[in-house]
């Protein structure tokens, strides 16, 4: 789920997600039992459409609310109720549900739906470039503050032990969108294992390269071009200190985005 609003860390407030259950956006004065009484009873059984009349039906301010849910199944169904502030309302279809409230117009939800069909690549690429169009579009007649990025897998957390596979929030920023994606980049960097093709031998002048980079970097080696134990120590301490330890390589090898990332950032 990707959300963006003239709002203090919305993310704290709108995404409720669950590997293998489903996805709940609350919004528009957040009833924030939404997302977690909505999303047992998609663990039940329940349809989104199902959950969405449910909860509805039990809240008295149900006018003033805005909900977007899918299931993982890809079934979804959104709901704006009468007495949201316009421009507000939905569209939703497989694999999505879009909606908005206090935004410059219709352009923006439809913008978010149609990049959401449209876009390559994973879910977060996808819910990012859907947010970021939406923006373009013209976004929260208010302005923007703060975006957020939740994606659940089971298993997916760090080391495994929970579902929060992507969790990434900006709080207070004049241009959250960009921020956010900036963030999604690095999180890719720092929690996305090596791919096979971005594996490159460590040798002839890049022996050099990286030397002087460690140094840079304040990882003492002699610049050499001699690959030593003393440069291999030097190597894994960076990745180990740095937070690589998912880009960790074996003896005489470079991740290739690791070494970007040195590049850079050592300018």
């Known amino acids: ?67 977007g849910i899918v299931a993982a199944n890809g079934a979804s169904a959104s709901f704006t109720g009468s007495e949201c502030y316009p421009w507000a309302g939905h569209i939703c279809g497989e694999n999505f549900a879009c909606q908005g409230n206090i935004l410059v117009g219709a352009a923006t939800v439809q913008a978010m739906a149609d990049t959401f069909k449209t876009t390559e690549g994973d879910l977060a690429a996808k819910l990012l470039a859907a947010l970021d169009a939406g923006q373009q579009a013209g976004g929260d007649s208010r302005g923007k503050q703060s975006a957020a990025l939740y994606v659940a897998k089971e298993k997916g957390g760090y080391g495994g032990y929970n579902d929060r596979y992507i969790d990434l929030r900006v709080d207070d920023h004049p241009e959250p969108i960009k921020e956010l994606m900036r963030i999604h980049k690095l999180y890719k960097l720092y929690f996305y294992k090596t791919r096979p093709e971005d594996i490159l031998p460590i040798e002839g002048a890049l022996v050099t390269e990286i030397q002087e980079l460690l140094n840079k970097w304040g990882y003492q080696t002699p610049v050499s071009g001699v690959m030593d134990e003393t440069f291999n120590q030097a190597l894994q301490t960076f990745y180990l200190t740095e937070n690589f330890d998912e880009r960790i390589c074996q003896k005489g090898f470079i991740d290739r985005e690791v070494l970007e990332f040195m590049r850079q950032k050592a300018e």
Do not use: H
Request: hydrophobic share 40%; proline share 3%.
């Open 1 to 67: 789920m990707a959300v963006q609003s003239k709002f203090l860390s919305v993310g704290s407030v709108v995404p409720w997600v669950k590997a293998g259950v489903g996805a709940i956006a609350t919004q528009s004065w957040a009833n924030t039992k939404y997302g977690t009484e909505g999303l047992k009873l998609l663990e039940q059984g329940l349809s989104p459409r199902e959950v969405i009349d449910k909860l509805t039906a039990e809240d008295e301010g149900r006018n003033l609310r805005q909900v």
